[in-house]
């Protein structure tokens, strides 16, 4: 069996921040409130004129010149996203010109907060079988075009930003293990009701503010500690290994009080759990690439570590991925 695993790594976000204060002079909020319920302090926001696959390439770029690699050299680009830049085309293909990656295939795929782990499970299954050498992944969100900004609920809870790796064969490590999962019965818990098939816009879907993402977060909190919980698990399970190998975890970041409830539950200590959310807020499918990246660039973690990836949002979906970097 081919081993597959991450050879160059880039990121992206905004250079705008938003501070809790800002938002202090938007909705009824607070810097105490926002920090104590989710370890959010700032988030990144893009300009105006800047879509999602802006951030997107920059952060590919990033990768591939980690990589050593060319854009010449990619067989496929995988973009996970529930921002693109429009329906159609996908962002992937956007991010495909932009680069003049002109032998590689490229699509979207939407999972959410768990959009790169899904990413990841596709672009080992097309190295492991010979189909492609070099897959290109990004996890890339520009949340705050569809933030209700006027909704305290959501709109402290988002930011921008993008991560990117390019995975090849490798001699050794790589990919130990990725468990993936779904949960379509809650897909009310969070969702952005229009501008799809089911809700086509119009002018009654503007006035009723459904084009921004709807949450209920309390019932969604429990769920996200109980299946985060289970998918590290198993990830490490189907991996042979047990906590005790694991260097770094990288999860998802949408609520410190979420990630260090399942490191209890797990029996670990927060040491080993690597939090951004402080400085990005929840960038959904950018959150745990970006998190990978930010690690290995503060030496949190090097070549040879063993990583867990634990991610999970809405769908609901949820994926866990032991590597080895
Ligand atoms: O990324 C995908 C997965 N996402 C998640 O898993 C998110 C999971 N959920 C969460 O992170 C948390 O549930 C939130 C951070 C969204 C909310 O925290 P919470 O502790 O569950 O608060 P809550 O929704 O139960 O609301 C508690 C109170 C409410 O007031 P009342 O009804 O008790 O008077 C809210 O209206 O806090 C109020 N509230 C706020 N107050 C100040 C809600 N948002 C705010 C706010 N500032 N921004």
């Not at 995975?167 to 019965?185: F, N, P, R």
Request: some cysteine; charged content about 20%.
């Amino acid at each position: 069996m081919k081993k597959v695993g991450i050879i160059g790594l880039g990121e992206c976000l905004p250079e705008k921040i938003l501070s809790n204060a800002d938002l202090e002079k938007m909705v009824e909020t607070s810097d105490e409130w926002i920090t104590t319920r989710t370890g959010i302090k700032q988030r990144r926001i893009a300009s105006e004129n800047e879509a999602v696959s802006d951030l997107a390439i920059k952060a590919a770029r990033e990768a591939l010149k980690d990589a050593g690699l060319s854009a010449a050299d990619l067989d496929l680009i995988i973009v996970a996203t529930i921002t693109g830049d429009m329906p159609m085309p996908s962002t992937a293909s956007i991010v495909q010109n932009a680069l003049s990656a002109k032998k590689a295939a490229a699509f979207d795929i939407s999972a959410a907060c768990a959009g790169f782990v899904y990413g990841l499970s596709i672009g080992y299954q097309f190295i492991v079988n010979g189909s492609y050498k070099n897959v290109l992944i990004i996890g890339a969100e520009k949340l705050s075009a569809f933030t209700d900004w006027k909704d305290r609920n959501t709109c402290v809870l988002f930011g921008d930003g993008a991560g990117a790796c390019i995975l090849s064969e490798v001699k050794s490590g790589g990919i130990a293990s990725i468990y993936l999962g779904c949960d379509g019965s809650n897909l009310n818990l969070l969702n952005l009701p229009a501008g799809g098939s089911r809700m086509p816009a119009s002018e009654e879907t503007v006035r009723n503010r459904m084009h921004y993402i709807k949450m209920q977060g309390n019932e969604l909190f429990k769920i996200a500690v109980r299946t985060m919980t289970e998918a590290a698990q198993v990830a490490l399970e189907q991996a042979g290994i047990t906590f005790k190998d694991v260097d770094l975890i990288v999860p998802h970041q949408a609520n410190s009080r979420i990630i260090m409830a399942v490191a209890k539950r797990l029996g670990i200590s927060e040491d080993k759990i690597y939090l951004n959310i402080e400085k990005y807020g929840n960038m959904s499918s950018a959150s745990t690439i970006t998190g990978l990246v930010e690690a290995v660039k503060e030496g949190r973690v090097k070549k040879g570590d063993t990583v867990l990836l634990d991610c999970f949002g809405g769908g609901l979906v949820w994926g866990a991925c032991v590597i080895n970097l």
